[in-house]
Protein backbone atom coordinates (compact mmCIF):
# COMPACT_ATOMS: atom_id res chain seq x y z
CA UNK A 1 0.00 0.00 0.00
CA UNK A 2 0.94 3.38 -1.10
CA UNK A 3 1.05 6.50 1.81
CA UNK A 4 2.50 9.77 2.51
CA UNK A 5 2.87 12.74 0.83
CA UNK A 6 6.27 13.33 -0.64
CA UNK A 7 7.40 17.09 -2.32
CA UNK A 8 9.58 15.59 -5.15
CA UNK A 9 11.50 18.51 -8.29
CA UNK A 10 11.27 17.37 -11.96
CA UNK A 11 14.43 17.00 -13.69
CA UNK A 12 14.80 19.29 -16.92
CA UNK A 13 13.52 16.15 -19.05
CA UNK A 14 10.15 15.77 -17.12
CA UNK A 15 12.07 12.42 -15.30
CA UNK A 16 10.82 12.10 -11.88
CA UNK A 17 12.96 9.74 -8.68
CA UNK A 18 10.31 7.42 -6.73
CA UNK A 19 10.99 8.05 -3.10
CA UNK A 20 12.69 4.73 -2.01
CA UNK A 21 10.52 3.63 0.53
CA UNK A 22 8.38 2.52 -2.59
CA UNK A 23 10.74 1.39 -4.69
CA UNK A 24 11.27 -1.63 -3.68
CA UNK A 25 7.64 -2.51 -3.15
CA UNK A 26 7.40 -1.48 -7.02
CA UNK A 27 10.61 -4.08 -7.83
CA UNK A 28 8.50 -6.65 -6.15
CA UNK A 29 5.27 -5.94 -7.27
CA UNK A 30 6.32 -4.94 -11.35
CA UNK A 31 9.82 -5.35 -11.48
CA UNK A 32 9.56 -1.23 -11.75
CA UNK A 33 7.02 -1.79 -14.89
CA UNK A 34 4.07 1.14 -14.58
CA UNK A 35 1.73 2.84 -15.67
CA UNK A 36 0.99 6.36 -15.66
CA UNK A 37 -2.63 8.22 -16.97
CA UNK A 38 -4.67 11.17 -16.31
CA UNK A 39 -7.16 11.64 -13.46
CA UNK A 40 -10.44 12.00 -14.92
CA UNK A 41 -11.34 14.46 -12.02
CA UNK A 42 -9.07 16.14 -10.94
CA UNK A 43 -6.06 17.82 -13.20
CA UNK A 44 -3.38 15.34 -11.53
CA UNK A 45 -1.86 12.13 -12.74
CA UNK A 46 -2.19 8.63 -11.57
CA UNK A 47 0.36 6.10 -11.41
CA UNK A 48 0.06 2.25 -11.12
CA UNK A 49 1.84 -0.42 -10.55
CA UNK A 50 1.84 -2.45 -14.11
CA UNK A 51 -0.49 -5.72 -12.68
CA UNK A 52 -2.64 -3.45 -10.75
CA UNK A 53 -3.44 -1.07 -14.31
CA UNK A 54 -3.78 -4.29 -16.02
CA UNK A 55 -6.41 -5.00 -13.55
CA UNK A 56 -8.36 -2.03 -14.07
CA UNK A 57 -7.98 -1.86 -17.63
CA UNK A 58 -9.53 -5.06 -18.03
CA UNK A 59 -12.66 -3.62 -16.28
CA UNK A 60 -12.34 -0.19 -18.19
CA UNK A 61 -12.47 -2.13 -22.01
CA UNK A 62 -15.31 -4.19 -20.54
CA UNK A 63 -17.48 -1.19 -20.26
CA UNK A 64 -20.12 -0.73 -22.57
CA UNK A 65 -18.51 1.43 -25.75
CA UNK A 66 -22.29 2.76 -26.91
CA UNK A 67 -22.50 4.04 -23.16
CA UNK A 68 -21.54 7.68 -23.31
CA UNK A 69 -19.92 8.51 -19.50
CA UNK A 70 -17.81 4.43 -20.33
CA UNK A 71 -16.55 5.67 -23.54
CA UNK A 72 -15.44 8.89 -22.40
CA UNK A 73 -13.29 7.17 -18.98
CA UNK A 74 -12.44 4.49 -21.70
CA UNK A 75 -10.62 6.77 -23.83
CA UNK A 76 -9.24 9.27 -21.15
CA UNK A 77 -7.67 6.75 -18.80
CA UNK A 78 -6.85 4.15 -21.28
CA UNK A 79 -6.04 6.85 -24.47
CA UNK A 80 -3.71 8.16 -21.63
CA UNK A 81 -2.05 5.50 -20.40
CA UNK A 82 1.31 5.53 -20.85
CA UNK A 83 4.55 2.90 -19.42
CA UNK A 84 6.84 3.89 -17.49
CA UNK A 85 9.80 1.91 -16.27
CA UNK A 86 12.11 2.49 -13.26
CA UNK A 87 15.25 3.64 -14.56
CA UNK A 88 18.94 2.35 -12.22
CA UNK A 89 18.10 5.71 -9.85
CA UNK A 90 14.80 4.96 -8.94
CA UNK A 91 13.59 7.71 -11.88
CA UNK A 92 10.67 7.56 -14.25
CA UNK A 93 9.54 9.68 -17.39
CA UNK A 94 6.69 11.66 -17.39
CA UNK A 95 5.55 11.92 -20.72
CA UNK A 96 5.12 15.67 -21.73
CA UNK A 97 1.32 15.47 -22.58
CA UNK A 98 0.60 14.30 -19.69
CA UNK A 99 3.09 17.01 -18.08
CA UNK A 100 1.03 19.56 -19.43
CA UNK A 101 -2.62 18.24 -18.60
CA UNK A 102 -1.34 17.91 -14.79
CA UNK A 103 0.12 21.35 -15.26
CA UNK A 104 3.52 20.38 -14.07
CA UNK A 105 6.51 22.34 -13.80
CA UNK A 106 9.66 21.41 -11.59
CA UNK A 107 8.11 21.21 -8.14
CA UNK A 108 5.08 18.03 -7.82
CA UNK A 109 3.39 16.11 -5.18
CA UNK A 110 3.25 12.65 -4.75
CA UNK A 111 0.42 11.24 -2.50
CA UNK A 112 -0.11 7.25 -1.55
CA UNK A 113 -3.69 6.40 -2.53
CA UNK A 114 -3.36 2.62 -1.26
CA UNK A 115 -2.99 0.50 -4.19
CA UNK A 116 -1.74 3.86 -6.61
CA UNK A 117 -0.01 7.39 -5.90
CA UNK A 118 -0.89 10.15 -7.46
CA UNK A 119 0.96 12.69 -9.04
CA UNK A 120 0.35 16.52 -8.91
CA UNK A 121 1.70 19.95 -9.45
CA UNK A 122 2.72 21.47 -6.18
CA UNK A 123 0.31 24.50 -7.00
CA UNK A 124 -2.26 22.89 -7.80
CA UNK A 125 -2.21 20.17 -4.60
CA UNK A 126 -1.53 22.84 -2.26
CA UNK A 127 -4.34 24.64 -4.03
CA UNK A 128 -7.17 22.24 -3.71
CA UNK A 129 -5.56 20.24 -0.33
CA UNK A 130 -6.74 24.04 1.41
CA UNK A 131 -10.07 23.52 -0.55
CA UNK A 132 -10.72 19.84 0.74
CA UNK A 133 -9.47 21.12 4.38
CA UNK A 134 -11.80 23.84 4.19
CA UNK A 135 -15.09 22.63 2.54
CA UNK A 136 -17.11 21.50 5.87
CA UNK A 137 -18.76 18.44 6.11
CA UNK A 138 -22.38 19.60 6.20
CA UNK A 139 -24.16 16.66 3.96
CA UNK A 140 -23.05 13.50 5.30
CA UNK A 141 -25.82 11.97 3.28
CA UNK A 142 -23.56 12.39 0.51
CA UNK A 143 -20.71 9.72 1.79
CA UNK A 144 -21.08 6.21 0.99
CA UNK A 145 -22.98 3.85 3.65
CA UNK A 146 -19.79 2.13 4.22
CA UNK A 147 -17.48 5.39 5.38
CA UNK A 148 -21.00 6.75 7.74
CA UNK A 149 -19.45 3.60 10.24
CA UNK A 150 -15.76 4.92 10.05
CA UNK A 151 -15.00 6.23 13.66
CA UNK A 152 -11.35 8.10 13.21
Known amino acids: MFRGINAINLDAKG ?7 YRGRLEEDARGQLVVTIDTEDECLLLYPLPRWEEIEK ?22 ATDV ?15 EYAAMNKKVILVGQGPRLEIWSDDHWHAKRDEWINTESEDV ?4 VEMQSISL
Do not use: C
Not at 63 to 71: D, E, H, M, T, V
Not at 141 to 144: A, G, I, K
Open 141 to 144: TNLP
Open 59 to 80: KIQALPSFNKAARRIQRLLIGH
Open 85 to 99: ELDSSGRILLPAPLR
Open 15 to 21: RMAVPSR
